[in-house]
């Protein structure tokens, strides 16, 4: 799988919309964009995945430039319970990895 | 929703001691993960499997084993526990078709070894 890029932290203010950057510029055309998130002594919680076009869920909204060599996390309105770290990562469909890489994520705090 | 259940949260074990931990997931899924986790250095895969009695060795294998016998149960083994295990350990499942299947993970046991 090839390597992401995130920051180490970013804080936000609680019911203020959050946007999570993501660098993946060795992405290949077969590289689905996964985010999970992982709250405090839990195990990691998927959030969203993409392609190409972006993508909406009930937990957040996924931006993947035209390009395909960044992504952005958007959480519409942080809430204390949104306090985490994020993981982006890269699953490669064409070449026959099961393995996806978490790296160190980006740790979000968000203030009341 | 799937559940991923870890056999114990907290385990207190002794060097050298055969150490097992246990992974259940209710969801039939195909595929099942072993990570470790450390302060600074993110999750790392020890063991997957895609099929019960198949496995692969992820990244960082040595001093494990693992046990796929049934297709809901993923066990992994710590032949001869070392502090250097002291971690917290994560067990995932998904189904097959992996690039866009996403991964649960269970709460995780967070192992010391003394």
């Known amino acids: 799988d090839a390597k992401t890029t995130q920051p180490n932290s970013m804080e936000s203010n609680e019911e203020e919309p959050v946007h999570l950057p993501c660098n993946h510029s060795?992405?290949?055309?077969?590289?689905?964009i996964h985010w999970y998130r992982q709250l405090p002594s839990q195990g990691p919680e998927y959030v969203i995945h993409g392609l190409t076009s972006n993508v909406n869920n009930r937990m957040a909204s996924l931006a993947i430039a035209e390009d395909r060599k960044s992504s952005t996390l958007i959480l519409h309105r942080a809430t204390l319970r949104d306090a985490a770290v994020y993981y982006c990562i890269l699953r490669d469909v064409g070449g026959g990895s099961y393995i996806p890489t978490f790296g160190r994520g980006t740790s979000l705090i968000v203030h009341p | 929703d799937v559940k991923v259940t870890q056999s114990s949260r907290y385990l207190v074990k002794r060097t050298g001691e055969k150490v097992f931990l246990e992974c259940v997931q209710d969801?039939?899924?195909?595929?099942m993960f072993w990570y470790r986790q450390d302060p600074g250095l993110g999750l790392r895969l020890i063991y997957f499997?895609?099929?019960?009695?198949?496995?692969e060795k992820g990244d960082i294998p040595e001093g494990y084993s693992v046990s796929r016998e049934k297709k809901e149960r993923f066990s992994l083994i710590l032949e001869s526990a070392s502090t250097n295990q002291t971690s917290m350990y994560l067990c995932?499942?998904?189904?097959?078709?992996?690039?866009?299947?996403?991964?649960?993970f269970g709460d995780g046991t967070r192992l010391s070894i003394l």
């Open positions: 995932a499942s998904s189904l097959a078709g992996y690039s866009n299947q996403p991964q649960h």
């Open positions: 499997s895609y099929d019960v009695k198949m496995k």
């Open positions: 060795t992405i290949s055309g077969t590289d689905y």
């Open positions: 969801m039939d899924h195909e595929n």
